[in-house]
């Protein structure tokens, strides 16, 4: 019924469609992949109290996209993440941060999280505490009590 030649021509109108769809004149360019994987939770280093002030430190992220970081606090209880407030108002672009104005005697519990230049952010890093004591019981100073020479 059909020779060769008319079956390719049917079969070249019928795929005709298809070729020519991909060939828009309205590409970019090569397609490039969306970043969705988070960097890795950032590892406190240490955490003291200076005051009323708790001063944080953390391993900085090995990543190369990492934009800066978001530190979430709260007092008394580590329990739950929604219990954690997140304190910064823009990315901490260091690796340390000092919070100011704690309240003597109360526990805060602090998290920090990694975000890259896309948004993605990490999962929090395990918590640190830290208790306000009072002055003369500063964290970073011995409770042995100060000594001095004695003249005999």
């Not at 944080?56 to 391993?59: E, S």
């Given at each position: 019924m059909?020779?060769?030649r008319s079956t390719l021509v049917v079969l070249a109108l019928l795929l005709a469609p298809f070729v020519l769809a991909g060939c828009s004149s309205n590409e970019?360019?090569?397609v490039e992949?969306?970043?969705t994987a988070p960097p890795a939770a950032p590892v406190v280093t240490g955490i003291r109290a200076q005051g009323t002030s708790a001063v944080?430190?953390?391993?900085k992220n090995i990543e190369t996209d990492v934009a800066g970081y978001n530190i979430y606090f709260f007092t008394p209880d580590p329990g739950s993440d929604q219990s954690y407030t997140k304190h910064n108002t823009g990315?901490?672009?260091i690796n340390s941060y000092t919070m100011s104005n704690l309240t003597v005697g109360t526990t805060y519990y602090f998290?920090?999280?990694a975000v890259d230049w896309t948004g993605n952010e990490s999962a929090a890093s395990q918590p640190a505490s830290v208790y306000m004591a009072a002055a003369?019981?500063?964290n970073h100073e011995s409770r042995a009590g100060k000594f001095r020479e004695v003249e005999e």
């Open positions: 059909f020779n060769r970019s360019g090569p992949a969306i970043d944080l430190h953390w391993a990315l901490i672009t998290k920090i999280t003369e019981y500063d």
